[in-house]
């Protein structure tokens, strides 16, 4: 058949009571003695109808022969439909259209006049200024209309505010190469068209038409998911191999990282270089999730500090991870779902950074896995991954960092800042600390970026303001009264203190962590405050490459802001005050400018040194790409040993655990509860209580089901009058006592006063029984308490046991 001007596609199933006003309008209009179509074709798909549909197309094709009818006998979808159709056509430019017409036929003039001006695509649209709705949906259709095609358009293919209406013009060949591209059969072959003419760069103009709703619409609600459910199954599809590489690799690197955990089973397994974190961080996700269940409120509970309690919003509780993985805590318990947060979310932060730089800097995916690898398996990361999961959890960070950069561009602020208001919503509860180093990190980048590119600066500026007003008044609303409870309610505290300086010497910059392929335990013991503080050491090989890198490659801006970003946030991190290496001079640090400042007051000012992390990874990405793009053999060469050399003695190694010690059957068969009577609302003292050096038993605690308070705990609570912050419980006479005799086997002489404020004590905690389980200096501690007590304990399921008398 010889080629036409323009041929109309009609795909239509169960339409007899609607396609034959469409058919004749279209018929009328293209073969109008004024219309400027010289030669078309109409072709009717019939999708596998069982009414009157085919008999009635049939009828107008042998009125008119430029009406053709093709289909199948089963009901294949809107996408088969338009596939088959399109694939039918020979026209020089291919209109689809819906069979109800509800965008008028007249409207095909606006979308030529988008094609003659040089775009290979015009649609229909809606939602954009100019477009007339004649006739309005139901409100409950229309609102999950604009949802779905929201959703569609964050997901698939963003700037373009109408992907579902169903009118749309191409030229003739590409048309039909992106229809034989095309996988779907459902809804979703709108959006897939799209994906196809972005892919191949074709400028699409998005016009706006007049529209009207037609009774016996086709589209029903859940129509919107099951677009969303086809265009999941299509990305998964146009996965490209090496993006699979990539994140088996992550996932592999962060299950070798807690092998050790894994080993055995971690209910089993305890990080040995966590101290007590990994028993309060198991805690609270136990505690989120017993919350959930019992409908209590998340924010607090009286289950550790008793009968004070824990205001959980000013502790690390990471509700937006422990909320959504409380189904896995009720099934599997909390030291399997912690385990699958750290490991998963590990991975997931490298594949976020990986994304970041695929999009935004590299495209060599090799170059990208690298820096994505340095950026979320540094040395300070590894140190954190033995307990703080709100430092290594950090998926959000690049979807901040990049719709940052969106609002720069200057494309759509209002779109971009609800979206980075919501991110920053959710990344509140996961990590509030993490959040403000981002935010220092991304306020270096932008100013040393704005003052190497000024003309830029004048330009963006507007937007990223705008953008970012937009999000704070989509965040803080959402986050006003979980922010009031932490800073106003009830246990709350005014500010953490670590100390005078808590600053990483310069030495740390250059030294190896501990879990380093070239560590060593000792000297990085001597530079850092524990070991889940080793907040730099980044190692003299990778410093010295980075200094390599950056002058290589100091003609791009990027570069330069990059490594003004990683300078800045070193020196900040050295803290207060600094001592030179090798002298006795003692300088102050640039810290001193914020220490004092509200939120940053809290902060540990070596953990600023993470900030470098990305950086690094982002130089070294840049600098893999141009080695492996190079023709120069001897560069590539020597340039990918320089790599190794520096990236080799920083593997991390498998984090170091041990078998958990078992607990005492009489807390894990519940002889406990003979002792205490929590409908009394009686609580159990283990001794000694449980703080940020010994909190074991906030493990027992999880294992008997939280069905007993403890007084003492390993949180951070308010102190004296001023509510200074503090680890634990304010401390009374009595902890103090059984403290210092375990740490020293030390017994004080015990007269009636220290017996007068044991029992002040034991009635403020309204205690039950006393536990004493085997430990060091276990036997001074028992002698401590019978004196205290006035009577011996019993030996009972593994345990020294004092039955207190009952609460009244």
């Not at 338009?82 to 409207?107: F, K, M, N, Q």
């Not at 990683?566 to 001193?592: M, Q």
């Not at 130089?619 to 050399?645: D, I, K, P, S, W």
Request: charged share 20%.
């Amino acid at each position: 058949m010889n080629a036409v001007d323009l041929s109309v596609v009609v795909p239509a199933y169960n339409e007899e009571h609607r396609l034959g006003p469409t058919l004749e309008a279209i018929c009328a209009h293209l073969g109008a003695a004024d219309s400027r179509w010289g030669t078309w074709e109409l072709i009717v798909v019939d999708d596998g109808s069982t009414d009157g549909t085919r008999k009635l197309a049939d009828e107008a094709a042998a009125r008119d022969p430029r009406v053709h009818v093709v289909g199948s006998e089963h009901n294949g979808g809107k996408g088969h439909a338009l596939r088959v159709g399109v694939l039918a056509s020979y026209g020089r430019r291919v209109l689809v259209t819906d069979a109800d017409l509800a965008a008028p036929i007249e409207e095909l003039d606006h979308l030529d006049k988008a094609l003659s001006e040089g775009h290979a695509a015009a649609i229909g649209s809606r939602a954009t200024p100019g477009a007339t709705i004649e006739n309005r949906q139901h409100r409950v259709r229309e609102l999950l209309g604009r949802t779905g095609n929201f959703l569609i358009r964050g997901v698939a293919v963003p700037g373009i505010r109408d992907t579902q209406c169903g009118f749309k013009l191409f030229e003739g060949d590409l048309a039909r190469e992106a229809f034989a591209a095309s996988r779907l059969s459902g809804w979703g072959i709108d959006v897939e068209i799209l994906q196809y003419l972005r892919r191949q760069e074709a400028p699409v103009a998005e016009v706006p038409v007049r529209w009207a709703h037609q009774p016996g619409s086709k589209v029903r609600p859940l129509d919107y998911a099951r677009v969303l459910a086809e265009l999941s199954v299509l990305k998964a599809r146009s996965l490209r191999r090496a993006d699979l590489l990539a994140a088996a690799l992550f996932l592999i690197a962060s299950v070798a990282l807690y092998s050790g955990r894994w080993s055995g089973g971690p209910e089993h397994r305890y990080l040995t270089d966590s101290m007590q974190d990994q028993n309060q961080w198991e805690w609270f996700f136990a505690v989120t999730a017993d919350n959930i269940a019992h409908l209590r409120n998340p924010l607090f509970t009286t289950l550790q500090g008793f009968p004070d309690g824990v205001n959980l919003m000013a502790n690390t509780v990471m509700l937006g991870l422990s909320v959504p993985f409380a189904p896995v805590t009720w099934l599997f318990g909390p030291a399997i779902s912690l385990a699958l947060v750290m490991t998963l979310g590990l991975a997931a932060t490298a594949l976020a950074w990986y994304w970041l730089l695929v999009k935004r800097l590299v495209r060599h995916r090799g170059a990208a896995a690298v820096g994505a690898l340095l950026a979320a398996f540094a040395p300070p990361m590894v140190s954190h991954a033995n307990a703080h999961p709100n430092f290594v959890l950090l998926f959000m960070m690049p979807l901040i960092v990049d719709r940052v950069l969106r609002l720069c561009e200057g494309g759509r602020p209002v779109r971009d800042g609800v979206l980075l208001g919501l991110f920053a919503t959710y990344q509140i509860f996961v990590g509030e600390e993490p959040l403000l180093l981002a935010a220092i990190g991304l306020l270096l980048f932008l100013v040393g970026y704005g003052a190497l590119r000024r003309d830029l600066a004048r330009t963006v500026w507007r937007p990223l303001v705008r953008g970012i007003g937009v999000a704070l008044a989509v965040c803080l609303p959402l986050v006003a009264f979980p922010l009031y409870w932490q800073f106003f309610g009830p246990q709350s505290y005014h500010s953490v203190l670590h100390g005078d300086n808590a600053g990483n010497s310069p030495l740390a910059l250059l030294s190896f962590a501990e879990r380093s392929l070239a560590g060593d335990a000792e000297s990085a013991a001597r530079l850092s405050l524990n070991p889940t503080e080793q907040n730099a050491f980044y190692g003299w090989p990778l410093t010295a490459l980075v200094f390599a890198i950056v002058v290589r490659l100091w003609d791009r801006t990027v570069v330069k802001a990059l490594a003004f970003t990683a300078v800045c946030a070193a020196l900040l991190s050295l803290g207060l005050r600094f001592r030179i290496p090798l002298t006795d001079i003692v300088l102050p640090g640039p810290w001193k400018l914020l220490a004092s400042k509200p939120l940053f007051e809290s902060v540990i000012e070596s953990r600023v040194a993470m900030i470098c992390a990305p950086a690094l990874g982002m130089l070294l990405a840049l600098a893999l790409e141009r080695l492996l793009t190079t023709r120069n053999l001897v560069n590539r060469t020597v340039g990918l040993v320089a790599v190794t050399a520096a990236l080799l003695p920083i593997v991390p190694m498998p984090l170091k655990a041990v078998d958990r010690a078992p607990v005492p059957a009489f807390i894990a068969d519940g002889t406990w509860r003979s002792y205490v009577d929590t409908a009394r609302g009686e609580s159990l003292v283990t001794v000694p209580l449980p703080d940020p050096g010994a909190a074991e038993a906030l493990h027992w605690q999880t294992v008997a089901g939280l069905d007993f308070a403890l007084p003492g705990g390993y949180f951070n609570g308010p102190y004296g009058p001023d509510r200074v912050g503090i680890y634990g419980a304010s401390p009374r006479w009595t902890s103090n006592l059984l403290r210092d005799v375990r740490y020293s086997g030390r017994i004080p002489a015990i007269g009636d006063s220290w017996r007068n404020q044991a029992r002040k004590d034991l009635a403020y905690w309204r205690a039950g029984a006393v536990v004493l389980a085997p430990q060091p200096n276990d036997e001074a501690l028992r002698r401590t308490l019978e004196q205290l007590l006035g009577r011996p304990g019993t030996w009972v399921d593994g345990v020294w046991a004092w039955d207190l008398p009952r609460v009244s």
